[in-house]
T-cell receptor, first 114, second 109 residues
């Protein structure tokens, strides 16, 4: 069974440029998560989707970050414009619906903002 | 104060050693306690999962939870070089999953 797929794996951009990350969850998983992992820290939730609905986006910095999950499968996370402090790993995870279900993580996208 | 505090490490141990990794938490609402392992350039993967106080064993790994002290531990017996990774404790209530900062473990052969 294929795991969570993320692309690109690495991205280097200049500050003030836009950037987008893509995630394809495990087939059948209705719940999709985007996490931010800073160096030396654990993942922190940015947004959670149940199917195509964002049900928890309280930690998403909405002035520059946006996300979408059209059709309730793939998801895209965008930053516009990027700032130096956005350099981090962006992890996507998916699970079956329901809080008790295991979250499976993708390998992440490592973003470097110069 | 963070909801979950994890001993920072890093830890460097010889092969075969017993490793102890520890976390404390402040939120009594946490119901589920987990340990994730994260290899370099990879996403976290679930290693152990428990919801009650006491011990849970899985091979060389033992997860221990003490809810009265708000303290959880992961013990690794007969550690192997392949155990070298970052270990993240995580705690959940409802849909909210909160991670510790992680402890880097290096097992030397």
């Amino acid at each position: 069974e294929a795991g969570v797929v993320q692309s690109p794996r690495y991205k280097i951009i200049e500050k003030k440029q836009p950037v987008a990350f893509w995630c394809n969850p495990i087939s059948g998983h209705n719940t999709l998560y985007w996490y931010l992992q800073n160096l030396g820290q654990g993942p922190e939730l940015l947004i959670r989707y149940e199917n195509e609905e964002a049900v928890d986006d309280s930690q998403l910095p909405k002035d520059r970050f946006s996300a979408e999950r059209l059709k309730g499968v793939d998801s895209t996370l965008k930053i516009q414009p990027a700032e130096l402090g956005d350099s981090a790993v962006y992890l996507c995870a998916s699970s079956f619906s329901g809080g008790d279900n295991e979250q499976f993580f993708g390998p992440g996208t490592r973003l470097t903002v110069l | 104060q963070k909801e979950v505090e994890q001993d920072p490490g890093p830890l460097s141990v010889p092969e075969g050693a017993i490793v102890s990794l520890n976390c404390t938490y402040s939120n009594s609402a946490f119901q589920y306690f987990m340990w994730y392992r994260q290899y370099s350039r990879k996403g976290p993967e679930l290693l152990m999962y428990t919801y009650s106080s006491g011990n849970k064993e899985d091979g060389r790994f033992t997860a221990q939870v003490d809810k009265s002290s708000k303290y959880i531990s992961l013990f690794i017996r007969d550690s192997q070089p392949s155990d070298s990774a970052t270990y993240l404790c995580a705690m959940r209530y409802g849909n909210k999953l909160v991670f510790g900062a992680g402890t880097i473990l290096r097992v030397k052969s």
